[in-house]
Structure formats: C-alpha cells, structure tokens
C-alpha cells in the first residue's frame, strides 16, 4: 500500500487593529508553528492590535495573540506583555 506524503497546510496571519476597526491578511504564510511563533512575536510588539492565525483562505482561527497592555520590570528593566 503505496503512502503518499501529507501535504503541508499553509496557515496565515490576520492582523486586527480596533481604532479605526481595521483587519488586514498580512503577507506571511508557514506552518501552523511557523505562524505561530510570528503571530506572538508581532503581538508582542504591537500592544492592542490582535493577531490571529488562520489556515490560508479559512474562517476558523486556529490561534489568537494579543496583548492588552505591558509592564515594565522595576528590577530588570524588560518589558513584558500582559494578556
């Protein structure tokens, strides 16, 4: 019995910003762990905007990053994002 080779999903990123609502698919497609290390990385970035991961031309996200507000570390100086 002949198997042939799963193909890769492609998976993309949707950036939401809430002033003005405006939602963009960015330009990226990966994995879904690809993807997913991209979108946290961008929400860590660009407190308030929402980025959500979705298979490429889906409607279901399979993943959401965002990050409400940061704070930042009296001891270490970091930066750090809080949900």
Not at 60 to 80: F, M, R, S
Request: with cysteine; glycine share 4%.
């Amino acid at each position: 019995m002949d198997k042939k080779p799963m193909e890769e999903t492609l998976y993309e990123i949707e950036e939401t910003r809430y002033r003005p609502r405006l939602t963009t698919r960015l330009d990226f497609k990966g994995s879904l762990k690809e993807t997913k290390e991209s979108a946290e990385e961008l929400a860590r970035q660009n407190t308030g905007i929402r980025y959500a991961v979705f298979r490429a031309n889906g409607f279901l996200a399979g993943h959401q990053a965002y990050w409400h507000t940061t704070i930042t570390c009296p001891k270490c100086a970091e930066v750090i994002p809080v949900e």
